[in-house]
């Protein structure tokens, strides 16, 4: 690997593992070891049913393990109570989801500016902050467009913007061209491709070969088994 290795861990799991309890438990996370360095562009790949949402879920603070360690940026996040989890999760990663999620009757500005008030970031600087992720991804001259007025790959990048604003250590990114024709879909990669050049750590869940082509590393998962494809 490269620069990467030597920069800080931001993800570790050790051990980690994740069984939805029940009369007939699912083993959606069997127990696996990984590590991933600032600024790393890695995509998950693999088939439906595999893991990659509970995979997303754990790294993303919205679900425990069951076994084993995640530390995130050096935290012990199972250790921490819900409302400490919370917090970190407000502020260290950012979501990216394959349906934007955006408020439809709020401007671009407004939905990604509203990031930062859980913050307590008083309103000028969320007001800067915002129109400076927006301009980040190519959106500077659409701050005060409606999602409805925006094409499918415009929303996307406002959902990006928003996800950017909080500054986090992780972007998150599920299936994020899924709902995109190919060729809007190839202009978000770009975006998170320059992302990356600016020292953002990625990651891509995917079930598309070819977005998985994106990152400079692919982590494959298949029955809940994590696995790095030899000499990716
Ligand atoms: P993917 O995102 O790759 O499609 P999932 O992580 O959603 O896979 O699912 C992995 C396995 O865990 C599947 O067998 C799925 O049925 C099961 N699963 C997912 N969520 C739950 C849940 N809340 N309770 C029980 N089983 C679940």
New binding site residues.
Partial sequence: MSAAAVAPPVIELRGAALT?P?PSP?R?LLPCDLTIHAGEFVTVV????????????VLGLLDSLTEGRYLLDGIDVDALRDAERTALRGQRIGFVFQSFHLLPHRTAWDNVALALTYRGTPRRERRARAREALEQVGLGHRIRALPTTLSGGERQRVAIARALVGRPSLLLCDEPTGNLDTATAESVLQLLDRLHRTGMTIMV?T?DPAVAAHGGRTVA?RD?LLSEPVGA
Avoid: R, T
Wanted: aromatic share 10%; net charge positive.
């Fill in positions: 939805y029940g699912v959606a693999g088939p439906s049913g595999a893991g990659k949402s509970s995979f997303l879920n869940i079930h998962i809940g």
